[in-house]
DNA sequence: CCAGACGTTGTT
DNA sequence: GTCTGG
DNA sequence: CCAGACGTTGTT
DNA sequence: GTCTGG
């Protein structure tokens, strides 16, 4: 699962990277996560921010509670599933990211977290596919999912999953309206080749509520429950 | 979608 | 709702 | 054709 | 080969 990472850039850089508008309301996050209020960009309006919330609600699922949300979609399940990759050819977005966090185990209930982010500073581009939808009381909703691919060699020892990182021209591709399917589904197999750091961070982060900007700075090693560990 | 069947007729 | 295994 | 499953993971 | 029950 992968479920933090952060949004911290300036608005300015925002604006230099992807060539967006960036909204007034627009606001950093450091710590963000499932059901935040985070900008995305869509293909369909490349042009600005869109505000949408962090994990889909199958429509499906009726009167189930919220916890049921999606947060993730395996890069690998699009290409098997008919209803996914409809959603591919229709709904596609990028999440702008400074960074993101992943928990390794280190025991069988203890994790330490650490923050991966590019070595260059540039923004990031994680691929990501949105939805529109109506509730039972006809309020339209906005939310989108994470794609994850299997982790490469530098994060495998950390975590399994990692998000899908689109490159300048992947990303472009991705964001393009006529973009074939047969494209698209390439666009799945991108390998990372942006540079990496790590360092390990203040397990705060599985607070969904924490948003200090010390967050997304190295801290010592520690598990969830604040216990330094020697091994990280 | 695919394994497995794939014909007819009727006591009263 | 749509997809799919049987 | 239809019953039953259906994008993800695992306590942070 | 085509049809169909599961």
């Not at 599933?81 to 409809?86: F, Y």
């Not at 989108?144 to 060699?153: A, L």
């Not at 689109?166 to 006529?178: A, F, I, P, S």
Request: glycine share 4%; aromatic share 10%; with cysteine.
């Amino acid at each position: 699962m992968f479920d933090r990472y952060s949004i911290a850039a300036s608005a300015q850089q925002l604006i230099d990277h992807f060539s967006v508008d960036v909204p007034a309301h627009y606001k950093k996050y450091y710590n963000a996560g499932p059901t935040h209020l985070l900008p995305i960009i869509t293909h369909h309006h490349p042009e600005g921010l869109s505000f949408f919330y962090w994990g889909a609600i199958p429509q499906w699922i009726k009167n189930k509670n919220i916890s049921e949300k999606l947060i993730n979609v395996r890069a690998e399940t699009i290409k098997d599933k008919p209803v996914l990759k409809k959603k591919m050819m229709r709904f596609r977005c990028i999440i702008p990211s400074d960074g993101f966090y992943c928990w390794k185990k280190v025991g069988k209930k203890s994790a330490i977290p650490y923050r991966f982010f590019p070595k260059n500073k540039l923004p990031l581009s994680i691929a990501g596919l949105w939805e529109e939808f109506e509730d039972e009381q006809e309020e339209t909703h906005h939310t989108f999912s994470i794609i994850t691919t299997q982790s490469n060699k530098q994060i495998q020892p950390v975590n399994e999953r990692m998000p899908l990182l689109l490159n300048k021209e992947t990303q472009k591709v991705w964001l393009n309206k006529d973009a074939s399917e047969n494209e698209l589904l390439g666009m799945l197999k991108t390998e990372n080749t942006i540079m990496l750091d790590s360092y390990t961070v203040s397990p705060r982060i599985g607070l969904l509520s924490a948003n200090e900007s010390t967050l997304v700075l190295p801290s010592a090693p520690a598990d969830q429950f604040g216990n330094l560990t020697l091994f990280d």
